[in-house]
């Protein structure tokens, strides 16, 4: 169920309620009885699981990369270094 924010116009307070989408938004203060307006918050969420990564997100500063990075539609994954191939001694 999602959780919206609302706040008041006569006193400045911030509520939160738990609401169904269908659920008419709140109209009056619980403190003042002033009116409320609903604000619009910022949602975050991680995608957990297999075939995600750290790059994925694109706000990691450790990347290496721009944000814009994230979005270029593939996925980048970590690869050890190769080993490199023994020199020859001459004879």
């Known amino acids: 169920?999602?959780?919206?924010?609302?706040?008041?116009t006569n006193c400045g307070r911030?509520?939160?309620a738990?609401?169904?989408?269908?659920?008419?938004?709140l109209s009056t203060c619980s403190?003042?009885?002033?009116?409320?307006h609903k604000l619009i918050s910022q949602s975050s969420?991680?995608?957990?699981?297999?075939?995600?990564y750290v790059t994925d997100y694109g706000g990691s500063k450790s990347s290496g990369g721009s944000p814009s990075n994230a979005t270029?539609?593939?996925?980048?994954?970590?690869e050890a270094p190769k080993p490199k191939?023994?020199?020859k001694k001459d004879e």
């Open 18 to 25: 738990f609401q169904k989408i269908s659920e008419e938004p």
């Open 85 to 87: 191939p023994a020199a």
């Open 72 to 78: 270029e539609g593939s996925a980048k994954t970590c």
């Open 31 to 36: 403190h003042c009885q002033g009116e409320l």
């Open 45 to 52: 969420f991680h995608l957990k699981g297999s075939g995600w």
């Open 1 to 8: 169920m999602p959780i919206y924010e609302y706040e008041c």
């Open 14 to 16: 911030v509520e939160e």
